[in-house]
T-cell receptor
């Protein structure tokens, strides 16, 4: 079946640091890839998605490239702010899974002022 | 814009009790989901429904029932609450084209 791996459980940064969150995936068909962000006390919300291999998604200063060769979808941001503190989930939906999204375990990002 | 409303925000029950969580959406989306969120385990799918009166089991359906009597509502029942089931339960609905999920704020289950 489909799977998504996020290796980092927590990342702690200072404001203006570079953010990199690792995400790799496994599926037998062509997925759509997502990053969701969950702020404290809220449900997850879509940050960005990419439907086509080798394309990049960009939103609110975050970017992620759908790399079919390395089966990766790493999230980056050049300069983080305290307001970026949240949990970030990588996810995919594939043609074989129908309506089911598969999520990674999430990476908690803490940005210190 | 639409909204997903989950009630109650906190549900406290005793071990062995049957407990129900409710979810309403006004997006008019066909597909709705219940996920369980545990720290360090991400979001795991319990049940989903692609239309009124449809139910599909997810990876974590044992110990849960679901009901989709109306398009706008989707409820989840914990059939016999256990202390190891304390978690946040998230309801979501999905756009009819595009695969984007919209989540509610979550309901926290506390078993005493």
């Amino acid at each position: 079946g489909d799977s998504v791996t996020q290796k980092q459980g927590q990342v702690t940064l200072s404001e203006d640091d570079f953010l990199f969150i690792n995400c790799t995936y496994s599926t037998t068909t062509y997925p759509t890839l997502f990053w969701y962000v969950q702020y404290p006390g809220q449900g997850p919300q879509l940050l960005l998605k990419v439907t086509t291999a080798n394309n990049k998604g960009i939103s609110r200063g975050f970017e992620a490239t759908y790399d079919k060769g390395t089966t990766s979808f790493h999230l980056q941001k050049a300069s983080v702010q305290e307001s970026d503190s949240a949990v970030y989930f990588c996810a995919l939906v594939s043609n074989s899974a129908g309506n089911k999204l598969t999520f990674g375990i999430g990476t908690r990002v803490l940005v210190r002022p | 814009g639409g909204i997903i409303t989950q009630t109650p925000k906190f549900l406290i029950g005793q071990e062995g009790q049957k407990l129900t969580l409710k979810c309403q959406q006004n997006f008019n989306h066909d597909t709705m989901y219940w996920y369980r969120q545990d720290s360090g385990k991400g979001l795991r799918l319990i049940y989903y429904s692609i239309t009124e009166n449809d139910l599909q089991k997810g990876d974590l359906s044992e110990g849960y029932d679901a009901s989709r009597e109306k398009k706008s509502s989707f409820s989840l029942t914990v059939t016999s609450a256990q202390k190891n089931e304390m978690a946040v339960f998230l309801c979501a609905s999905r756009t009819d084209s595009g695969n984007t999920l919209y989540f509610g704020e979550g309901s926290r289950l506390i078993v005493v």
